[in-house]
């Protein structure tokens, strides 16, 4: 089977629907067909800034709900990147063929480093894609499913594959990003040209998987539109109203044009009714699922360690092939 490889940063209690419609949804289809890996990356999630106690829960909770959501750990790999530290030491290979230009270049760092100052933004962040593509390459991944915030990531770690076999020969396969188009993007629902994050100012535009459905039914009710009445997919000129359809046809799996039929005629009420039904019905059994498995820490971490072993495995293979063609001296 050809090899997936996608994972989540434990940077909150809950994931936000753009994490379980942009990625978890396609991870549950794909992990049937492929040799799949999915990892909780921790390391990733030392970027910002961290109660221990708060990262060990947040990062179990995440954990619990790639499970919830229909990971299987007996089909798919699912593991926390820090207990496989052949990820770190990759890391830091890669980082040695990697130009600092090139790094400077990546957006999501830009981003944040403007946002925050660059006394304030610590060295970890710069060098996070060159992590993610240690992550994808170790296990000679064929694709990364992921949303399209991720794409130029995956695009970096295509070139650090290719410059790495060029120079030192073939120690790893070029992956390929897998980006569901029409699901790329989710938006936040009180700033629907913003997209839908863990890290949101504000609270009421963020619908959370481990909500209580109540809550997230509200939020969908006061979910931003416009003043036209009708319900008709314009990303330019109807934002929310699209971003609503987009999450409607997501979780139903219809058409959005068969949507827009049946709300003709009908206001927002009635279609955000509608959708608030749908989003209760589809995350509350995965929340239950996910508190059920979380009463259990100690069988989740037995699960989590033997996936790790697993992980193990593969990636000191790749690992040990690097260091050799190097010519980094063995250890006999
Ligand atoms: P993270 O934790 O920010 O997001 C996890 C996944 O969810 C997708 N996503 C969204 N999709 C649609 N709409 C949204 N609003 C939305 N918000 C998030 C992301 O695109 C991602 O697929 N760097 C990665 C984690 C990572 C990784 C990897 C991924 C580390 N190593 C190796 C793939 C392969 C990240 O921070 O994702």
């Not at 909780?40 to 909770?61: C, F, G, I, S, W």
């Not at 593509?133 to 794409?151: E, F, R, S």
Request: charged share 25%; aromatic share 8%; no cysteine.
């Amino acid at each position: 089977k050809p090899r997936l490889y996608s994972g989540m940063q434990p940077s909150a209690d809950s994931l936000q629907i753009g994490n379980y419609i942009g990625a978890l949804m396609q991870w549950r289809d794909l992990q049937e067909s492929y040799d799949a890996f999915f990892s909780v990356v921790d390391l990733h999630a030392l970027t910002q800034p961290n109660d221990p106690a708060e990262l060990r829960e947040k990062t179990r909770r995440t954990a619990a709900q790639y499970i919830a959501a229909g990971i299987e750990p007996s089909k798919s790999t699912l593991y926390v990147q820090s207990h496989v530290r052949a990820h770190a030491e990759l890391a830091w290979v890669l980082s040695t063929v990697t130009g600092f230009g090139e790094a400077n270049r990546m957006t999501q760092f830009k981003d944040k480093s403007a946002r925050y100052g660059t006394d304030a933004t610590n060295v970890g962040l710069f060098t996070y894609p060159i992590l993610m593509a240690a992550d994808i390459l170790l296990y000679q991944t064929d694709i990364v499913p992921v949303g399209d915030d991720q794409k130029q990531h995956v695009e970096l770690t295509r070139t650090l594959a290719e410059r790495f076999n060029a120079r030192y020969g073939e120690a790893f396969r070029v992956p390929m990003p897998v980006i569901q188009k029409d699901t790329a993007r989710i938006y936040d629902l009180q700033n629907p040209t913003s997209k839908m994050s863990k890290s949101a100012e504000s609270d009421a535009g963020v619908l959370w998987l481990l909500d209580d459905p109540a809550k997230s039914a509200k939020k969908v009710m006061r979910a931003v539109t416009d003043s036209e009445g009708v319900v008709r997919y314009d990303r330019e000129a109807k934002p929310g109203v699209s971003n609503l359809l987009v999450i409607y046809a997501a979780l139903t799996g219809r058409q959005i044009p068969s949507i827009e039929d049946e709300y003709a005629g009908r206001g927002y009420g009635d279609f955000k009714k509608g959708l608030a039904e749908i989003v209760v019905s589809e995350f509350g059994p995965v929340r239950e699922r996910a508190l059920k498995l979380l009463d259990d820490p100690a069988e989740l971490d037995r699960v989590l360690a033997a996936n790790a072993a697993r992980a193990d495995e593969v990636a000191d293979r790749t690992l040990n092939d690097v260091y050799d063609k190097l010519g980094l001296l063995r250890r006999v």
